[in-house]
């Protein structure tokens, strides 16, 4: 593999800064790893070679001019799948929107667009956002690079695949219940949920709203900073996009990394989120980081959220609650795939289910259904309008520790990368991957996920850190510490070496 690669996006975009290496280079060396190691990984969805080597040519051509660019100018970058892209295929991993090309760019994919990174191509997924192993796309799996034959967490497993591969240094996800953190966690990967409203969600196509954030997934904390600077603030096109700008967060993880100390932090270590159904090794991991953290100088307290044995259930009732009226603008009609039925009278109404049908896969269908349910007059209050109430008691529980601490953490998923097939055919065992990352979505929280070492079988895990709602930049400088005091453990993925081991 190219020596870049294994580079930061901060580093990359230094040596493009100062002119040791172009664009050009770059982009083209992210293209080739992707060439010898995709038709394995399957991390792509769609490949934009023409529009990347093109962007990476004028960002040559305009430095070589002495303009003035965006500091990541050049540094390529991969976008999961659900996040619109003008005249680039978009289709959230569903066979509904096969061959559809959005109108139109997300607010996020503007700001790239404008700061110049070029735009490798669009990660594989699981079918709109629903899952936690990419096994629900509708296009085949994503295998994780520390072991093809293990997931790579979902929904986000392509972007964390592409980036733990080091295919691209950089990439977008989406957390609605932790697509971001938990693929982060099981391919050694740096994932944040921003706080709900830090970045827009105009252009990404809508799973739960309530819960929806955008985020970065890269191999290093100052990276996930410096990309989270670049794609956040205030949107007027995002009706809860927050009216604040990004703090510097890249100037925070320098100076924590350089210090290696944050004065008088308080570490809470929420009893909750550990314990039963983690696995051991991912237990030992999370407790040696917080023993870490002391010797660093960290307070640790323990504190308890008891409404977070709740979040779950809760979850599971006002996702599916707004993905089905959100998925319902999905008629054969206005997007993607048409599909007519076979017999009988064209009428909307059959055409549209004639195209839900062909066009949704399963899990997709469990979730309309669940929502619809939950949703109907008879079963509102008992269901929808109890998980609303329980939502509420996990923000207040939230608000009453972190009266008390700087910022919660826990292990961000209860074990390692499991095998293909494992849970594909039991959605409750599916859906407890999510039990430690939910309740920073239900409150609006941002939290995020640093690789903190391996188990027995080499197999990355991923510690959580929680902030307050609009305390970003502290939970970064948190991250910046962990990172520092828990080695390079992306280094160690298997894939830096994949010509030797393949
Ligand atoms: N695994 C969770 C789910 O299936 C999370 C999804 C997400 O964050 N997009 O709902």
Not at 25 to 34: F, G, H, K
Not at 248 to 261: F, M, R, S, T, Y
């Amino acid at each position: 593999m190219n020596d870049l690669l294994k580079k930061s996006a901060v580093e990359l975009a230094a040596m493009l800064r100062a002119g040791h290496i172009t664009s050009v280079e770059l982009t083209t060396a992210c293209l080739d790893r992707i060439d010898a190691l995709d038709g394995r990984i399957h991390a792509f969805l769609h490949l934009d070679r023409d529009g990347a080597l093109a962007t990476a040519a004028e960002v040559d051509r305009l430095r070589a001019a002495g303009e003035d660019l965006h500091p990541l100018a050049g540094v390529p970058i991969a976008v999961k799948d659900n996040m619109v892209t003008r005249g680039m295929p978009t289709t959230c991993a569903s066979k509904i929107l096969e061959g559809w090309l959005p109108p139109y760019d997300a607010t996020v994919i503007t700001k790239i667009k404008e700061a110049r990174l070029p735009i490798v191509g669009k990660t594989n997924m699981d079918e709109f956002a629903m899952g936690s192993s990419t096994e629900h796309s509708a296009y085949g799996p994503t295998r994780n690079p520390w072991d093809v034959d293990r997931i790579p967490g979902g929904s986000g497993g392509g972007s964390a695949a592409a980036v733990a591969a080091y295919m691209v240094p950089l990439a977008l996800g989406s957390d609605t219940g932790g697509s971001i953190r938990q693929p982060g966690s099981v391919t050694g990967t740096v994932g944040a949920k921003p706080t709900y409203g830090a970045v827009s969600r105009y252009g990404l196509v809508a799973m739960a709203s309530s819960l929806d954030q955008i985020g970065p997934v890269t191999r290093t904390v100052a990276d996930a900073a410096a990309l989270t600077e670049l794609i956040g603030g205030h949107d007027p096109l995002d009706s809860t996009s927050l009216p604040a700008p990004v703090p510097p967060l890249g100037e925070a993880v320098a100076k924590v990394a350089a210090d290696g100390v944050l004065a008088g932090l308080k570490v809470g270590v929420v009893k909750e989120l550990s314990g039963d159904g983690y696995q051991a090794e991912v237990l030992d991991a999370f407790t040696d980081t917080v023993e870490r953290l002391r010797r660093a100088g960290a307070e640790i307290v323990e504190v308890s959220c008891p409404s977070f044995d709740y979040a779950l259930a809760a979850y599971y009732l006002i996702m599916p609650a707004e993905v089905s009226s959100n998925l319902a603008r999905f008629d054969g009609i206005r997007y993607g795939i048409r599909v007519e039925p076979t017999e009988g009278p064209v009428t909307a109404e059959r055409v549209m289910a004639a195209t839900r049908e062909a066009g949704f896969g399963d899990e997709v269908k469990r979730r309309i259904i669940l929502g619809t349910h939950v949703l109907s007059a008879g079963y509102y209050d008992a269901y929808y309008g109890s998980a609303q109430k329980v939502r509420t008691l996990i923000q207040r529980d939230f608000d009453r520790v972190f009266g008390q601490v700087d910022v919660l953490v826990s292990p961000t998923a209860p074990t390692t990368a499991f095998a293909f097939g494992d849970k594909l055919d039991d959605p409750l065992a599916m859906y407890l991957n999510d039990i430690a990352t939910i309740p920073a979505n239900l409150a609006g929280v941002p939290a995020m996920s640093i690789p903190v070492g391996v188990d027995g079988q080499g197999l990355p895990i991923g510690f959580q850190v929680i902030a307050p709602a609009h305390a970003d930049l502290r939970m970064y400088e948190v991250a910046a510490l962990v990172e520092t005091l828990s080695g390079d453990v992306a280094g160690s993925c298997p894939a830096a070496n994949w010509e030797e081991a393949h």
